[in-house]
């Protein structure tokens, strides 16, 4: 079964610490995407990968990078974390920017 | 720009009865795709439906419906005969087949189905 595998379901982190969110897929996807869910504002586009070490800003990149070493593997950083980053981010990838998605389970990220 | 428009927040449906979850989008591609996601109280997004832009037919996928207007640029999700477990919130979004660019989503619909 297919897998895109996001390493925590819930984290809690002290303001300005810098986190880490991991993103693992194992379908050889070439494109990856981190996606940030508020109520009320759907899902927002944070930064999206379309191959090892490239980069795309989305439409709220503020605050975040991204890392891509490898194929497999697309990681979120929140340099220095703040309260208005609490969210649940969303990890996904595809064969086509454009086409379907798989996504993973979700970590819902408390900063106190 | 593209735009998805889902313009009910929450809704109710009785059990085993159809319900209706509202999509419009906007676009000036000729070729595009709709998706429509299911996202449970668990978190994770499920892909429920596709439909291209120039497919003819509606799509379906079991009790599920894509009902494709594109002239008025709608995409409505149907489900038949809800059931408990259908109780999500659910996302349409959009993709353009030219290019390169990432699905947008709109703001979801909750559906809360009851006993």
């Known amino acids: 079964d297919v897998k895109v595998t996001q390493s925590s379901r819930y984290l809690v982190k002290r303001t300005g610490e810098k986190v880490f969110l991991e993103c693992v897929q194992d379908m050889d996807h070439e494109n990856m995407f981190w996606y940030r869910q508020d109520p009320g504002l759907g899902l927002r586009l944070i930064y999206f990968s379309y191959d090892v070490k490239m980069k795309e800003k989305g439409d709220i990149p503020e605050g975040y990078s991204v890392s891509r070493e490898k194929k497999e593997r697309f990681s979120l950083i929140l340099e220095s974390a703040s309260t208005n980053q609490t969210s649940m981010y969303l990890c996904?990838?595809?064969?086509?920017?454009?086409?379907?998605?798989?996504f993973g389970s979700g970590t819902r990220l408390t900063v106190v | 720009a593209q735009k998805i428009t889902q313009t009910q927040p929450g809704m109710f449906v009785q059990e085993k009865e159809a319900v209706t979850l509202d999509c419009t989008y906007d676009t000036s591609d000729p070729s595009y795709g709709l998706f429509w996601y299911k996202q449970p109280s668990s978190g994770e997004m499920i892909f429920l439906i596709y439909q291209g832009s120039y497919d003819q037919q509606n799509a379906t996928e079991g009790r599920y419906s894509l009902n494709f207007q594109k002239a008025r640029k709608s995409a409505n999700l149907v489900i038949s005969a809800s059931q408990l477990g259908d109780s999500a919130m659910y996302f349409c979004a959009m993709s353009r087949n030219s290019g390169n660019t990432p699905l947008v989503f709109g703001k979801g619909t909750r559906l809360s189905v009851i006993a």
């Open positions: 996904a990838s595809s064969l086509r920017v454009g086409g379907g998605y798989t």
